[in-house]
């Protein structure tokens, strides 16, 4: 799927275990972010950081996590996204992505016309162009990563979970630029 946003942005997807580890060793200066997309539809993190907007706590499979409510960056820095999806359910059931959309993008509207994108990853294709960076669909036990700059606008970036039902049940949250 091509989802790309503005000029600054850069995209690796797919990588996996020790490419992973390698990547964190040669890439200091990138920040990652390990977010966690659950049944209870929400995005969560296994530990409190600086930078992390975090709420309540929710108990998966007797771990304690905190429920991501937003994430603060600085203009043009490196972030890594890496998604997890811990699910009882298979992926056609329970799948979650990671979708940061343009500055001022209508994130209620854009999930409305995504819900019927199946074939693309839930993803509507005539609003690709309001989508900065995005995973994919992630299923049970799976892992993407994602590497990107910050916008360099300052500002709030919503990003979203576009399978059904998610984004609704609060599958969300704000990127902020400073």
Same mark, same amino acid.
């Given at each position: 799927?091509?989802?790309?946003?503005?000029?600054?942005?850069?995209?690796?997807?797919?990588?996996?275990?020790?490419?992973?580890?390698?990547?964190?060793?040669?890439?200091?200066?990138?920040?990652?972010?390990?977010?966690?997309?659950?049944?209870?539809?929400?995005?969560?993190?296994?530990? !409190?950081?600086?930078?992390?907007?975090? %709420? $309540? =706590?929710?108990?998966?499979?007797?771990? #304690?996590?905190?429920? &991501? !409510?937003?994430?603060?960056?600085?203009? %043009? $820095? =490196?972030?890594?996204?890496?998604?997890? #999806?811990?699910?009882? &359910?298979?992926?056609?059931?329970?799948?979650?992505?990671?979708?940061?959309?343009?500055?001022?993008?209508?994130?209620?509207?854009?999930?409305?016309?995504?819900?019927?994108?199946?074939?693309?990853?839930?993803?509507?294709?005539?609003?690709?162009?309001?989508?900065?960076?995005?995973?994919?669909?992630?299923?049970?036990?799976?892992?993407?990563?994602?590497?990107?700059?910050?916008?360099?606008?300052?500002?709030?970036?919503?990003?979203?979970?576009?399978?059904?039902?998610?984004?609704?049940?609060?599958?969300?949250?704000?990127?902020?630029?400073?």
């Amino acid at each position: 799927m091509g989802c790309s946003g503005g000029d600054s942005e850069t995209q690796s997807q797919d990588q996996t275990g020790e490419q992973e580890t390698a990547a964190q060793s040669t890439n200091d200066n990138v920040r990652t972010i390990d977010i966690i997309g659950i049944d209870k539809l929400k995005f969560v993190v296994a530990e !409190q950081q600086e930078g992390l907007q975090t %709420g $309540e =706590e929710v108990s998966v499979n007797g771990t #304690t996590y905190y429920v &991501l !409510q937003g994430i603060n960056a600085e203009a %043009g $820095e =490196e972030l890594t996204i890496r998604l997890k #999806t811990i699910s009882n &359910l298979p992926p056609q059931a329970m799948s979650h992505n990671w979708l940061m959309l343009k500055l001022n993008a209508d994130a209620k509207a854009f999930n409305s016309a995504s819900i019927q994108a199946k074939d693309n990853d839930y993803v509507a294709p005539e609003m690709e162009d309001q989508v900065i960076i995005d995973t994919g669909l992630v299923g049970n036990e799976e892992t993407k990563s994602i590497t990107f700059n910050a916008p360099e606008q300052t500002g709030e970036y919503d990003y979203i979970c576009t399978f059904p039902g998610h984004f609704t049940a609060g599958m969300k949250g704000v990127l902020t630029v400073e």
